[in-house]
């Protein structure tokens, strides 16, 4: 007797979209079904596990937004997926003549995904940290009406949007089934359009679904003008009153992993400086196959120094790799840095490889 498949977790598409865009966009949050509450300067609520944001109903008002050109395109593919029809160069010619042409998705696996979008301009608030410190008594307000505030400090996952990916077309499919499939027909235009392949153009479109696919389709419907749409954005988040900029999760403090994969033994000197409690200086030993984690570096921390130490064996001199990071507060997103050290056997040197 055969079982129906248990349905996706809510949000499951958005999460992985999220997972996709930060292979090309590290810092960037996806806006999977292209909600129109995205966009520079919404105050709202991110749900770290499955990348939704929450808007609050409040803007920043009064601000500075730069748009940046962008003009390129962003395919992106998760699981079996199968395309065919408008794809080559030689099928557009073919296909000028008549005005029309089809594609088709196939997806062998449930969980299966793609997104190709045609990418206008990417929108963003100057002066960000700055911005938001101005606006802490408004957003301290908000937070409070969202259940956001305690002790007077803001939780993090409450903040700001602060920059937008916009694209002028495209489209995200997501597989809920098995053997599912979407086919498109319509304006061979659009369809280039739409698939990065040529300059977007208004136009007609049908769509055809076998099995169980959501789709998300820009334009989504025939008009004359074609406006851009929010695909991605960053997001600052507030920490009582500190901003982190591209915020991705809750981060209580900073972290560096160091993993000795060889024969070396390493040591390790970290400084750095805090606005409370001026310098700190923290040492450490990485023996042979083995790995530290050198945590709770405060998130005010700046100037942040780690020196890796080892000696050669034939004329015992010392020899060191430097990494210096002047604010992990808001390039750290993740919340730290991993340190690799290949593996290597004397009398060969050590490879440090950064993550």
Same mark, same amino acid.
């Given at each position: 007797m055969a079982h129906a498949a248990s349905p996706l977790t809510p949000g499951y598409f958005n999460k992985q979209f999220n997972q996709l865009i930060r292979t090309t966009y590290p810092h960037w949050w996806g806006n999977w079904n292209l909600s129109s509450s995205i966009k520079v300067g919404a105050i709202g609520i991110i749900d770290a596990t499955t990348g939704t944001f929450r808007y609050s109903g409040v803007d920043i008002d009064d601000l500075e937004i730069e748009s940046i050109p962008l003009n390129k395109s962003l395919?992106?593919?998760?699981?079996?997926?199968?395309?065919?029809?408008?794809?080559?160069?030689?099928?557009?010619?073919?296909?000028?003549?008549?005005?029309?042409?089809?594609? &088709?998705?196939?997806?062998?696996?449930?969980?299966?995904?793609?997104?190709?979008?045609?990418?206008?301009?990417?929108?963003?608030?100057?002066?960000?940290?700055?911005?938001?410190?101005?606006?802490?008594?408004?957003?301290?307000?908000?937070?409070?009406?969202?259940?956001?505030?305690?002790?007077?400090?803001?939780?993090?996952?409450?903040?700001?949007? &602060?920059?937008?990916?916009?694209?002028?077309?495209?489209?995200?499919?997501?597989?809920?089934?098995?053997?599912?499939?979407?086919?498109?027909?319509?304006?061979?235009?659009?369809?280039?359009?739409?698939?990065?392949?040529?300059?977007?153009?208004?136009?007609?479109?049908?769509?055809?679904?076998?099995?169980?696919?959501?789709?998300?389709?820009?334009?989504?419907?025939?008009?004359?003008?074609?406006e851009a749409v929010p695909i991605a954005f960053t997001f600052s988040s507030i920490d009582g009153e500190r901003v982190i900029p591209n915020w991705l999760k809750p981060i209580s403090f900073f972290e560096i992993k160091v993993n000795n994969?060889?024969?070396?033994?390493?040591?390790?000197?970290?400084?750095?400086?805090?606005?409370?409690?001026?310098?700190?200086?923290?040492?450490?030993?990485?023996?042979?196959?083995?790995?530290? &984690?050198?945590?709770?570096?405060?998130?005010?921390? &700046?100037?942040?120094?780690?020196?890796?130490?080892?000696?050669?064996?034939?004329?015992?001199?010392?020899?060191k790799k430097h990494y210096f990071w002047k604010s992990p507060l808001g390039s750290w997103p993740s919340g730290g840095r991993s340190i690799v050290i290949s593996r290597h056997h004397w009398p060969s040197a050590p490879k440090f490889t950064e993550k």
């Open positions: 395919v992106l593919t998760k699981g079996h997926v199968q395309q065919s029809g408008l794809n080559l160069g030689a099928e557009l010619d073919a296909v000028e003549a008549s005005g029309n042409a089809q594609m &088709t998705w196939a997806f062998a696996k449930r969980g299966s995904m793609v997104s190709q979008w045609a990418l206008q301009a990417q929108q963003v608030m100057r002066n960000p940290v700055d911005t938001l410190h101005r606006e802490m008594n408004t957003l301290k307000s908000v937070a409070h009406n969202n259940n956001m505030l305690v002790d007077n400090g803001i939780i993090q996952g409450f903040g700001v949007i &602060t920059s937008v990916i916009m694209a002028d077309a495209g489209l995200s499919l997501g597989s809920e089934l098995n053997n599912s499939e979407f086919q498109i027909s319509g304006s061979a235009e659009l369809l280039k359009g739409l698939t990065g392949q040529g300059s977007v153009s208004a136009g007609y479109y049908q769509t055809h679904v076998s099995g169980q696919v959501v789709s998300f389709i820009w334009p989504s419907d025939l008009t004359d003008v074609v994969h060889g024969n070396y033994s390493i040591h390790a000197d970290l400084d750095y400086e805090c606005p409370e409690t001026g310098k700190t200086h923290r040492s450490a030993s990485i023996y042979a196959y083995s790995g530290i &984690t050198l945590g709770e570096i405060p998130l005010d921390a &700046t100037n942040v120094d780690l020196i890796l130490n080892y000696r050669t064996i034939f004329n015992n001199s010392e020899t």
